[in-house]
């Protein structure tokens, strides 16, 4: 029992966790977007682009650690 309450714990920490990394990233594009309208005529800033890029590399850890944990589980490794 206490290890299924530690891989709930796990669990919501990774939900908790993706979904604010994938927030970070909305909003990074939303920026990018912002800036790269027609009207203003210019490029994005080095700055937001670099913010844009570090924020999809986290998401992209994001995603391989839920992969792991389902392999984890589909393999009966957990539970």
């Given at each position: 029992m206490d290890k299924r309450k530690s891989w709930r714990e796990q669990e919501q920490q990774l939900?908790?966790?993706?979904?604010?990394?994938?927030?970070?990233?909305?909003?990074?594009?939303a920026e990018v977007a912002r800036q790269?309208?027609?009207?203003?005529?210019?490029?994005?800033?080095?700055?937001?682009v670099r913010t844009e890029e570090a924020a999809r590399i986290e998401l992209e850890?994001?995603?391989k650690q839920v992969a792991r944990m389902k392999v984890e589980f589909s393999t009966g490794k957990r539970y």
């Open positions: 939900v908790e966790r993706w979904n604010a990394a994938t927030e970070r990233y909305r909003a990074a594009q790269s309208l027609p009207q203003g005529g210019s490029a994005p800033t080095e700055e937001c850890a994001m995603r």
